[in-house]
């Protein structure tokens, strides 16, 4: 490593919030989501100004949104990968909306006004 690319190191910013526009921090963890086989769901972690707070998304919009072709783990997990961005984006404008309460994202709620992709 060379001076320059220490000092490099020194000024990245802190990861930036998955929404800027909210009234709170709100990040996502990188960690796999975890399968709910009795809720056919996903759950994640969303950082709250730094507090855990489990969100999920349901198979069906997994299905209808992000090309999973099954409720099964591993036909949900690849379509979680792809439509992360997407997930994450959606996710954090219902937190906002709730007050930073858990969330259950439903395959309609992808496809309300103002919540579509850009």
Do not use: K
């Not at 802190?14 to 963890?29: A, G, K, L, N």
């Not at 792809?82 to 994202?105: F, K, P």
């Amino acid at each position: 490593m060379t001076a320059a690319s220490g000092s490099l190191a020194l000024i990245v910013p802190d990861p930036r919030p998955v929404y800027e526009d909210s009234t709170m921090h709100i990040q996502f963890s990188d960690d796999l989501p975890t399968y709910d086989s009795d809720d056919f769901q996903l759950h994640f972690i969303a950082l709250i100004d730094a507090r855990p707070v489990v969100c999920s998304i349901s198979a069906e919009a997994l299905e209808d949104h992000f090309g999973a072709a099954s409720i099964r783990e591993d036909d949900l997990l690849p379509a979680f990968e792809r439509g992360r961005a997407r997930i994450r984006a959606v996710c954090a404008e219902a937190l906002d909306s709730n007050g930073g309460r858990s969330v259950v994202l439903r395959s309609g709620l992808f496809r309300v006004a103002g919540m579509e992709p850009e």
